[in-house]
């Protein structure tokens, strides 16, 4: 097996930095560092959009004798185990083969899932034309042909447009198959997607819950579910020691906490390093009524729950907004729409605290049922996600911390064996190369992170010099506790400078403090050993352990915020999504 390469014709500067510092912090857009862990812990789901799906078709087949065929529409929502849930029908339209239809089918787009869909075409019998589309039978009406798609394959497109063939449903020998016809779809974002409001809060007279010190106080913003529940949707940074804070601007999307009229809760916290902080006091408002304190001036007294049913007290401390503006932001899917791409890497862990992959108990054993380990889970879940925003799903793919044949320890290797080039073909190539490695490398150690982390800052900072419309996710697959936590840190605030976000899964039973720092999540960016700050928030960590038996899934903990992080790069760098 070969060295760790780049995959590109020059290494030089990999990793330098661009732009400085003081204008990429103040920049706007730029993230909030504060408590990653405290809102996944609590739920959150990361940021949508809404998507509109408009429908049409053309050479339909003609299934009725005196007339042409009454289309119409039926969406179901395919899951993991493909059972599948009708969740829209258009109406019908009568007398075509190549219908266009009116009503339109509204829905959550979110980046963090897998969102697939089987659309079934209809010929609506004359007898039940006059009937309500929801009433109709399906199974009384003439099939026209079936297609499926993932959301993503339509909204990555240029156009926002898929053209699919329709097909007799699955069972059908090819023999007995005719032409059906093809189903066009087209997604359109919505405009309240695309409004986002900065609020600049404070605070007055907070109430002190240190012994020795003052308050180091963080808000939350929630927005309330149907079921009552609160779900974080933004946070602000931590400031330390100050009872009467004024924090950097929120960006809350309109789509995002679901109207202007939504109730919201805004909760200040004294932020602990343990992850227990203290509620100091919180109030619900709409950002209407934000809107209304800010351009009255007044602010509104914090209240704490008391142990009485409902009960509450009413604080001194009060939250003021200082600032309420409304704007119309680029969104993600515009970026994607003009041409920009996101492209997966991922490095895998082969120390030996892993055990020998030949032994069941090991973490890295292939289990001949086909039961996925952990890293192989880990590889699935992110990758299957990723896959749609990469054109030519080529991959690079690393192992570090084992001893390749005939060779010493390594801390940066190709997966392949090549000593050339590190890409492989698509999920499948990561997974089969990862399986051959195994075979053939000895699993050694330390574990460190360092080499390739700079190996993919090396292919992003190549791949901005071209101009390529590209931005890189890296998966490190980890067991253990690293042991160049400052070299780490040095390369990834070099690399905070770079279309580059890294992705962190612990796997097994290791203490994984030291990874909670790299993930920003006590409020503090990361600091080079030359003082350098990072530039924005780079990485995402999660325990597998943490999240497996949980609601939140280990996607969705991990690519939550990734829309963000790479919206904040884009702005830091005023890169618009301009059309192709």
């Not at 704490?304 to 604080?315: E, H, I, Y």
């Not at 939140?552 to 192709?580: C, D, G, H, W």
Request: hydrophobic fraction near 40%; aromatic fraction near 8%; charge should be negative.
């Amino acid at each position: 097996m070969g060295n760790c390469c780049s995959d590109v014709s020059s290494g030089a500067g990999a990793i330098a930095g661009v732009g400085g510092t003081a204008a990429i912090s103040s920049a706007r857009g730029t993230t909030n560092d504060a408590v990653d862990y405290y809102l996944k812990s609590r739920g959150f789901n990361g940021l949508f959009s809404h998507i509109e799906l408009s429908f049409s078709a053309s050479n339909l087949r003609d299934r009725d004798v005196l007339s042409k065929s009454d289309p119409m529409v039926v969406v179901y929502r395919k899951e993991k185990d493909e059972t599948l849930s009708e969740v829209y029908r258009s109406e019908v339209v009568l007398n075509s083969l190549a219908p266009k239809w009116i009503k339109k089918f509204t829905l959550a787009y979110h980046f963090e899932t897998v969102q697939t869909f089987l659309f079934r075409v209809y010929d609506v019998d004359t007898q039940y034309q006059n009937s309500k589309e929801e009433m109709l039978k399906l199974d009384q009406q003439q099939f026209l042909g079936e297609a499926t798609c993932v959301l993503s394959e339509i909204i990555t497109k240029s156009t926002k447009t898929i053209t699919l063939e329709l097909k007799r449903k699955e069972g059908v020998t090819a023999q007995t198959q005719h032409h059906h016809g093809k189903l066009i779809i087209h997604a359109e974002e919505s405009l309240a997607s695309k409004v986002t409001t900065e609020i600049v809060f404070r605070c007055s007279s907070l109430e002190s819950k240190d012994l020795f010190s003052k308050s180091d106080p963080f808000l939350v913003v929630s927005k309330i579910v149907e079921q009552g529940t609160p779900i974080p949707v933004s946070k602000t940074e931590v400031l330390k020691n100050n009872l009467n804070p004024i924090w950097k601007p929120l960006f809350l999307s309109v789509q995002q906490v679901g109207s202007k009229d939504s109730p919201l809760i805004i909760e200040c916290s004294d932020f602990n390093s343990n992850g227990k902080h203290s509620l100091i006091g919180k109030v619900q408002k709409s950002l209407s009524d934000l809107e209304k304190l800010h351009l009255a001036g007044q602010g509104i007294n914090l209240s704490l729950p008391t142990t009485g049913a409902g009960q509450s007290k009413v604080l001194k401390s009060q939250l003021f907004v200082e600032k309420f503006t409304e704007t119309v932001q680029h969104t993600f899917l515009e970026y994607l729409a003009s041409g920009f791409e996101l492209s997966f890497m991922v490095a895998i862990d082969f120390t030996a605290s892993n055990g020998n992959p030949r032994l069941p108990d090991s973490l890295h054993y292939i289990d001949p049922s086909g039961h996925l380990n952990a890293y192989q889970r880990a590889i699935v879940d992110v990758g299957e996600v990723l896959q749609f925003y990469d054109s030519d799903k080529r991959f690079p793919a690393w192992g570090f911390g084992a001893r390749p044949i005939d060779s010493p320890v390594s801390h940066c290797f190709n997966l392949n064996g090549s000593s050339s080039y590190s890409e492989v073909d698509g999920i499948q190539g990561i997974m089969t190369s990862y399986t051959s490695a195994l075979f053939n490398v000895s699993l050694a150690g330390p574990t460190l992170f360092g080499p390739v982390i700079n190996s993919a800052a090396m292919i992003a900072s190549q791949s901005l010099a071209q101009g390529s419309r590209r931005y890189y996710v890296l998966l490190i697959i980890t067991d253990g506790v690293i042991t160049d936590l400052q070299e780490t840190k040095d390369a990834l605030v070099s690399a905070s400078d770079l279309p580059l976000s890294i992705l962190i899964v612990g796997v097994g039973g290791a203490d994984f403090k030291e990874m909670e720092i790299l993930d920003a999540d006590r409020g503090e960016r990361l600091e080079s050993s030359s003082g350098r700050v990072a530039s924005r928030d780079i990485v995402q960590f999660v325990a597998l352990r943490d999240v497996q038996h949980g609601e939140v899934s280990v996607v969705q903990a991990l690519l939550a915020e990734l829309p963000s992080q790479f919206l904040t790069y884009m702005r830091i760098r005023n890169m618009k999504p301009v059309p192709l």
